[in-house]
């Protein structure tokens, strides 16, 4: 079986490296693929040899949660969890706030140790109500030898906060006796924690305009539905729920409405025509003109009655329609991971544990250099360095712009299965295009007996925009080889029409299949575009493979990509969406690891090698942290507004 569960809890690249791991070391489980951006992971498992309660168990033990209930409202705990946090964000800048101004002394407490005290009290109010979850979660990824994000805030604010008290109790018997200035770093304890979270809560925010386009396909299903029932009494009209409809019921629709499931029409009529109705089906086919509904005609949920009005029976409801295959397909591909974020995943998992030793190295030198005078200054470096490091950044580099971009390819009616083929689709050199169905229409009411008789444009005609589309296709470096069973006068006439220089005619469903090998041997990646059962193998090896919506299912079952509607222009965007991606996912990697390369050993003190006397703060180190990571999201945003 097959499933994508939400995850609950996770915060950084390790953390959802660490469910990734621990799920996919469970006995019957065939392979887990867990994203971050999605909070998603998406299993296949045997149902004989693992439940969903037992991952959720393992899960649990690490400190994550699965959502496998029914019941559970995933967006309401989401909602619930946002909330949450923003009123944790709020105590926590007013407990910092007076921490500051204690410490700072604009509140006057009449002595030193009553303003220490009262800072200590005020800190630890905002370790409890705001913090205690970073302790939780580090404690119980130490039980299992992990680490994440939390292990390193829950270090770094425990550290400095127990150093204070120390400070406020015995600092003038330990330093002050010796010489040594000292001072206590409440404020800093408290501004890790409140920046840590409100970058969260940032995130969260950011995180909603990546996932906006799920909603917008979402939102295509309305909430109710009119049910045509009948007594003896007669007809009566009911609207309910669209949950509460069953297969088999009669349900009518009004002009401006969209209809709710899939169905077959019983009954329709408009001013235009007394038995047939017209539907705006763009969404799903992609098609402009809409499309005439008459009795017999299959319609689709999310799509739009424009003119008219009819009745239908449901065929397919809940999760059996069109439009929510579409959205979990979009799903999926948005919790799937690039092969590039394979090898950021890894990073992730010694990332925390590495960090930590290049905090201990901090603390261990600078007490070795300067000795017992700077000891206090060693211990603030080493939970600077704890501070300011970032796995976040990393692991929301790659998933968040993925999602954005297959999100947005969505909206332009090309489904995309997973996210390696979005990677992938940028990189391709050749394209193998079948002919009858992909780059032609055969002509309706011909007398195929005579076929041959009629000429080449009556047999059938060329897709709008396919010469467009090749042009641009060519303009992009690929090749463009069309592959078709027809006789070589209509394969060539065919070829010349769309602009194609390369074609083969009388072709075998192997001979498609060599073909795209063929190209692979000479070391180029392959798209091969198709819509019939003797295009799946051709499919099945390229290394892009792309599907007319209106193709068989087989030949969508087996391709990576599929184009709703008959616009072959979608394929040249298709391209155009990659490369602004994967380009996308360099840059925020960039960014996110020249942030840790160079914020770390600054945290360090590396430059007071060099006379410099500059090091980030523990207080800095943290805002600068919160900031990596919206950065990282926001910058993945602007794939929304960019033209393909």
Partial sequence: MKKTIP?????????????????????????????????????????????????????????????????????AIERTGYNRLRNKVAASWFFALAVMCISMRFIPMGSDQAANVVAMVLSLCNLAVCGWQFYVTAFKQVRHGAANMDTLVALSTGISFLFSVFNTFWGDAMWGSRGIEWHTYYDASVMIITFVLTGRLLEEKAKKGTASSIRALMGLAPKTARIVQRSPEGEKIEEVPISTIKVGDVIEVHPGEKIPVDGKVTQAESFMLADGAYVDESMITGEPTAALKQEGSQVLAGTILQQGKFRFRAQQIGEDTALAHIIKMVQEAQGSKAPVQRAVDKVALVFVPVVAAISLLTFVLWWAIGGTQELPHAILSAVAVLVIACPCAMGLATPTALMVAIGKAAQHNILIKDAAALENISKVKAMVIDKTGTLTIPNQNIDFTKADDL????????????????????????????????????????????????????????????????????GKRVAMVGDGINDTQALALADVSIAMGKGTDVAMDVAQVTLMGDDLRHIPEAVRLSSKTVKMVWENLFWAFIYNIVCIPLAAGVLHIFGIDFQITPTWASALMAFSSVSVILNSLRLNFMKY
């Fill in 7 to 75: 995850v609950l809890g996770m915060a950084c690249s390790a953390c959802s490296a660490n469910v990734d791991r621990k799920l996919n070391s469970l006995p019957g489980i065939e392979s887990a693929s867990v994203s971050l951006a999605t909070r998603t992971a998406n299993v296949t498992y045997d149902p004989d040899k693992i439940s969903l309660e037992a991952m959720k168990s393992e899960v649990n033990d690490i400190g994550y949660d699965l959502v496998i209930e029914s019941d559970r409202d995933v967006e």
């Fill in 455 to 522: 000429p080449l444009e009556q047999r059938e005609t060329l897709k709008p925009h396919a010469r467009e589309a090749m042009q641009q296709l060519r303009g992009m470096g690929i090749d463009i080889y069309m592959m078709s069973g027809d006789k070589d006068e209509a394969a060539r006439y065919w070829a010349q029409q769309a602009g194609i220089d390369h074609y083969k005619s009388k072709v075998l469903p192997q001979d498609k299949e060599n073909l795209v090998r063929e190209l692979q041997a000479q």
